[in-house]
């Protein structure tokens, strides 16, 4: 079954919340990346599946590279400690 938008809105913003929290242990410790990534790529699972109109109705939400970013975690882990920076940025700027 498909996850409506309202539900795929709520498991992004439960992720960037429990990414916020990963943080604030510590950012020098492996397990917290990994849980980092892994909430990035629900992120952009869940933003890949907001329909186009709703997408729009929201011009500030940068969809494209959110979704961008899931790609290239998802087909290139081994080549994602750009993440951190990016997860960083971003939380300094979501409510």
């Known amino acids: 079954m498909t996850r409506s938008p309202r539900n795929r809105i709520r498991d992004i913003q439960a992720s ?5 929290q990963f943080e604030a242990t510590g950012r020098d410790r492996p397990v917290v990346f ?20 709703l997408g729009d109705s929201e011009p500030s939400v940068s969809w494209r590279e959110i ?13 994602t400690a750009h993440a951190w920076e990016g997860t960083r940025r971003r939380s300094n700027t979501s409510s």
């Open 16 to 20: 960037i919340a429990a990414i916020r």
């Open 34 to 53: 990994d849980a980092v990534r892994m909430r990035l790529l629900e992120i952009g699972e869940a933003a890949n599946g907001i329909p186009k109109q």
């Open 67 to 79: 979704i961008g970013m899931r790609n290239w975690m998802a087909h290139r882990y081994f080549d």
